[in-house]
C-alpha cells in the first residue's frame, strides 16, 4: 500500500504536475517572471496604466493577468516570431505561461519574501529597465507643462554637457517622470569642441508648435556634426550596442531631444531626458542610424503616393537599394500611426536571395520596439531594401483616429492624426564574420 501511494504521488508529480503547481508561490517562482518581463513597464513614470511592483500589486489582478497571459496579449509583442525571432523578445514561454496560470489557480500564494528579490525589484523600480545603473544621466533642468486642450506639441529640448573625458557607448535610454504625455522622441548627439561656441546661454527648449522657428538658428552652430541620432516610441525600452559596437559621446556638445507630446485633455508636467552607459573596451565598430520611408531616404518613392484615401484600406511599398557597402545591421524600428496595419521589410540581395528584417502582421501603435537581431545581419552592397505597408481608413478601424474617415498624408511635423511609413536601421559596416557574432 505505501508503495502504491509512492507511486501515485510520484506520478502525479510527473505527468499532471498538480503537485509541480501546488509548489509555485509569488516570491520563488512568479516574481522573477513579472520583474523581468512586466514591471519595466508597469511602475511609476513608465506607459503601463497600473503598477507591478509587490505581490498585492499582482495578487489583485490575478484574474485579469491569467486573461491577459493565456490570450498572449501582454506581455505586448508585436513582431512575428516566425519571420524573424529578436534578440529582445519579451513575450512569454509557455513553461512561464503555465507558471503563472498554475500559481494563479492554486490560489496566488505568496512564499517568503527574499532579500535579493526585494533589492534587485527596489533597484528595478527606482533605476533604470536596463540591467545595471547608468554611469550618466542627462536631464532637463526644469519641469515643462504640457498644456490641455488636446493640442499636439514638438518641442526641442537641449541637454548641454561637459565632461572630464569622451566615453564609449554601451546603451542609451529614454527615461521621463511620465513618458504617457509622449508620441515619440528623436535624440541627436552633437559634438561642440569649440570651447568658443557657448553651449550654455542658447535656449533650453523651443517650442515648434508656439514658437517662431526661427528661434531654432541658434543651435545651428551645433549641428556642424553629429555623433548619434536614436530616439523612443511607446512600447520599446533601450538601445543596447554589445561586444565592439557603439558610439563615443564626446568630451563636450549638446543633445537636442525632440519631443512629439501627444494630444492631452488637462495640464501635466513632464521631465526627461537619457540615461547613458559606458562600456569599458574600445568602440571598434561605431553604429550609424538610416532612416527609409517618410522623413527619410525615399520618401518620393513611395508607391503609390503616400495618401491614404478616406474610407478605403490602401497598400504601400517602397524599394531603396542599399549604398555601395556591405551592412551588418543590428536593430531595426518601424514605424507607423494610428491606421496602420501591417509592416513588412527585406531586403533582396543582388543575387535574388531574401534577407528577412521585420514583420508587424498586426501593427498597434501603442507597442513598438526597437527590434534587435540575435546575430548581425548581413546585407550585401547593392542590395534593395523593400516596404510592404498596410493601412486601414475606415470607420472598422477602432484605432482610425477621424469619425467619420478623413483622407490622410504625411507632411510636415506628422502629427499622430497623420501617418508615417518609416523604417530605420541601427548598423555598421560589415565584417567577415558577423553573421557568427552574438548580440543577445
Not at 299 to 325: C, D, G, M, W
Not at 395 to 402: E, G, H, Q, Y
Request: proline share 7%; with cysteine; charged share 25%.
Amino acid at each position: 500500500m505505501r508503495f502504491r501511494i509512492l507511486f501515485t504521488l510520484l506520478l502525479l508529480s510527473t505527468t499532471g504536475n498538480y503537485l509541480i503547481a501546488q509548489q509555485y508561490t509569488y516570491t520563488t517562482d512568479i516574481e522573477p517572471i513579472i520583474t523581468q518581463n512586466c514591471t519595466p513597464c508597469h511602475k511609476p513614470g513608465e506607459a503601463g496604466p497600473f503598477t507591478l511592483t509587490s505581490y498585492q500589486d499582482v495578487a489583485k489582478r490575478a484574474k485579469f493577468i491569467k486573461e491577459v497571459v493565456q490570450s498572449g496579449y501582454m506581455p505586448p509583442w508585436k513582431a512575428d516570431n516566425e519571420y524573424v525571432h529578436f534578440a529582445n523578445d519579451r513575450s512569454l514561454s509557455e513553461t512561464d505561461k503555465n507558471k503563472i496560470i498554475s500559481w494563479i489557480d492554486n490560489g496566488a500564494p505568496q512564499g517568503n519574501p527574499s532579500k535579493a528579490a526585494e533589492k534587485s525589484k527596489e533597484a528595478l523600480i527606482l533605476g533604470t529597465v536596463y540591467h545595471r545603473k547608468p554611469d550618466l544621466t542627462l536631464k532637463m533642468e526644469e519641469n515643462f507643462t504640457v498644456i490641455g486642450g488636446n493640442i499636439e506639441q514638438f518641442v526641442i529640448f537641449k541637454l548641454p554637457f561637459e565632461l572630464s573625458d569622451s566615453f564609449n557607448i554601451e546603451a542609451i535610454e529614454f527615461v521621463a517622470n511620465n513618458k504617457k504625455l509622449v508620441h515619440h522622441v528623436n535624440y541627436a548627439i552633437h559634438a561642440v569642441p569649440d570651447e568658443r561656441i557657448d553651449i550654455q546661454r542658447t535656449d533650453k527648449m523651443i517650442n515648434l508648435t508656439f514658437d517662431d522657428r526661427r528661434k531654432f538658428d541658434q543651435y545651428q552652430p551645433y549641428r556642424k556634426s553629429i555623433t548619434y541620432y536614436g530616439g523612443w516610441i511607446p512600447g520599446a525600452r533601450y538601445e543596447a550596442y554589445p561586444g565592439d559596437f557603439g558610439w563615443v559621446l564626446p568630451k563636450r556638445g549638446v543633445i537636442l531631444m525632440t519631443v512629439h507630446f501627444s494630444p492631452i485633455g488637462v495640464d501635466e508636467v513632464f521631465k526627461g531626458g537619457v540615461n547613458l552607459f559606458f562600456k569599458k573596451t574600445p568602440v571598434k565598430r561605431p553604429v550609424k542610424v538610416v532612416s527609409f520611408g517618410s522623413g527619410g531616404i525615399g520618401e518620393r518613392q513611395i508607391e503609390p503616393i503616400f495618401y491614404i484615401k478616406a474610407n478605403e484600406k490602401q497598400k504601400f511599398t517602397l524599394e531603396v537599394t542599399n549604398p555601395s557597402e556591405d551592412q551588418s545591421i543590428l536593430h531595426v524600428w518601424p514605424h507607423m500611426h494610428l491606421i496602420g496595419k501591417s509592416f513588412k521589410a527585406y531586403a533582396i540581395a543582388p543575387g535574388g536571395d531574401t534577407i528577412r528584417l521585420v514583420h508587424i502582421p498586426d501593427w498597434d501603435f501603442r507597442w513598438q520596439e526597437i527590434y534587435q537581431f540575435k546575430s548581425p545581419v548581413k546585407i550585401p552592397k547593392g542590395s534593395i531594401v523593400r516596404l510592404e505597408c498596410e493601412y486601414d481608413n475606415t470607420a472598422d478601424n477602432p484605432f482610425n483616429p477621424n469619425s467619420p474617415p478623413k483622407n490622410i498624408f504625411s507632411m510636415g511635423d506628422m502629427k499622430t492624426t497623420d501617418e508615417m511609413m518609416t523604417l530605420m536601421m541601427i548598423f555598421a559596416p560589415y565584417k567577415p564574420g558577423d553573421e557568427k557574432l552574438k548580440l543577445d
